[in-house]
T-cell receptor, first 115, second 111 residues
Framework: GAVVSQHPSWVICKSGTSVKIECRSLDFQATTMFWYRQFPKQSLMLMAT?????????EQGVEKDKFLINHASLTLSTLTVTSAHPEDSSFYIC???????????FGPGTRLTVT | EDQVTQSPEALRLQEGESSSLNCSYTVSGLRGLFWYRQDPGKGPEFLFT???AGEEKEKERLKATLTKKESFLHITAPKPEDSATYLCAVQYVQGAQKLVFGQGTRLTINP
């Protein structure tokens, strides 16, 4: 149980283009989903928290117009990196939790490379 | 500021050599402490949740314990497949649902 998937697992895009990453909870309803980014040999940095049907709450320093988050259903959240630049290259990981448990379950991550 | 500090940063052990990883946190309303395992290029895998001092959880060769200021992840007779980065994360009462992660301990078990 508690399986979270991400798609794609890796993506290469050109500078200036946008890319969308999907995060799905496969066997439970996720009232809250989280988006993290992780640089090599560093820990996870929370980017934003999204509750189903509500606007996402972004962490300080994260540009909400650049990282668009949509949590339209209890099993799907998307992160769109708009006008991507090479410095946006990173490992993006989502997590999900239910309303009745405190644990967050993580997806396998998406490696984004912007050329 | 709420902080989570893990030590050591890296640890190399021989197969079968038991040891402990440490996670210390600032005491300001702990709601829960979580241990995760992360393999290279993958998302973290949930291991344990601890809520109160004195609590212990076990899974195979791993045992997590919690005091008022820190948590330990004890690894007994480790195998090479236990090699991974182990992450500690804390959820604070005032932090809503957010997890504050430590920097992780990179564990290598040599055969």
């Amino acid at each position: 149980g508690a399986v979270v998937s991400q798609h794609p697992s890796w993506v290469i895009c050109k500078s200036g283009t946008s890319v969308k990453i999907e995060c799905r909870s496969l066997d439970f309803q996720a009232t809250t989903m989280f988006w993290y980014r992780q640089f090599p040999k560093q820990s996870l940095m929370l980017m934003a928290t999204s509750n189903e049907g509500s606007k996402a709450t972004y962490e300080q320093g994260v540009e909400k117009d650049k990282f668009l988050i949509n949590h339209a259903s209890l099993t799907l959240s998307t992160l769109t990196v708009t006008s991507a630049h090479p410095e946006d290259s990173s490992f993006y990981i989502c997590s999900a939790r239910t309303s009745w448990a405190s644990e967050q379950y993580f997806g396998p991550g998406t490696r984004l490379t912007v050329t | 500021e709420d902080q989570v500090t893990q030590s050591p940063e890296a640890l190399r052990l021989q197969e079968g050599e038991s040891s402990s990883l440490n996670c210390s946190y600032t005491v300001s309303g702990l709601r829960g402490l979580f241990w995760y395992r992360q393999d290279p290029g993958k998302g973290p895998e949930f291991l344990f949740t601890l809520y109160s001092a004195g609590e212990e959880k076990e899974k195979e060769r791993l045992k997590a314990t919690l005091t008022k200021k820190e948590s330990f992840l004890h690894i007994t007779a480790p195998k090479p497949e236990d090699s991974a980065t182990y992450l500690c994360a804390v959820q604070y009462v005032q932090g809503a649902q957010k997890l504050v992660f430590g920097q992780g301990t990179r564990l290598t078990i040599n055969p």
